[in-house]
């Protein structure tokens, strides 16, 4: 089977199948931002059975700190995506989608790799003690963090921006080539 890249871009239907797929994309993100994200792990646990009332909760995207942030970055994916569909400045809405699209990719590697300070909370100034000068931010010695898990949610989240980039990285290949297209070839496309 010899698929060849020229002719799947220059088929007629291809932006609308990945305007389509970026907004999908942005579906699945938005339900990954509140799905189990990162799970704070037991260090000292050394392979032994956990009590049973030792498990840490999974915490989700949306409760860290940048929750907000990833949504709306999320949230102008879709929009643009919609409106490429609805042929309101595709051109813009097409450079709109690759910027938001690369902010999810970028905001999802940063939250997972940073998931303890940003979703669990860690890092944050824990208590002052009375200096010559004021107060002091008081540093213990030994800080012990227990390891981190990724759930689910990161994963997801991380394959559907990906997706969203692909998709947004055709679209731009089609556009300098391409005249508007009309409602009918959105419904063909659709089908």
């Given at each position: ?82 409106g490429y ?23 999802g590697v ?82």
């Amino acid at each position: 089977m010899d698929i060849k890249l020229g002719a799947i871009l220059s088929d007629p239907r291809t932006p609308t199948r990945a305007a389509v797929t970026a907004l999908a994309a942005a579906i699945v993100m938005i339900g990954a931002v509140f799905a189990p994200f990162a799970t704070q792990g037991c260090g000292l646990c050394r392979g032994a059975r956990m009590l049973p009332g030792s498990v840490f909760p999974s915490l989700s995207l949306f409760q860290g700190l940048d929750g907000w942030t990833v949504l709306g970055t999320v949230a102008v994916l879709s929009l643009a995506s919609l409106g490429y569909l609805s042929n309101v400045q595709r051109g813009l809405s097409a450079i709109a989608m690759l910027l938001s699209a690369v902010g999810c990719l970028v905001l999802g590697v940063f939250e997972g790799v940073d998931a303890g300070v940003r979703i669990m909370g860690w890092g944050a100034p824990q208590a002052f003690e009375a200096g010559s000068n004021g107060p002091v931010l008081f540093v213990p010695e030994h800080v012990y963090y227990p390891p981190i898990y990724l759930d689910g949610g990161f994963f997801l989240f991380l394959a559907a921006a990906i997706v969203a980039v692909l998709a947004s990285v055709v679209i731009m290949l089609t556009l300098t080539s391409r005249p508007t297209v009309d409602r009918r070839t959105v419904t063909a496309a659709l089908i």
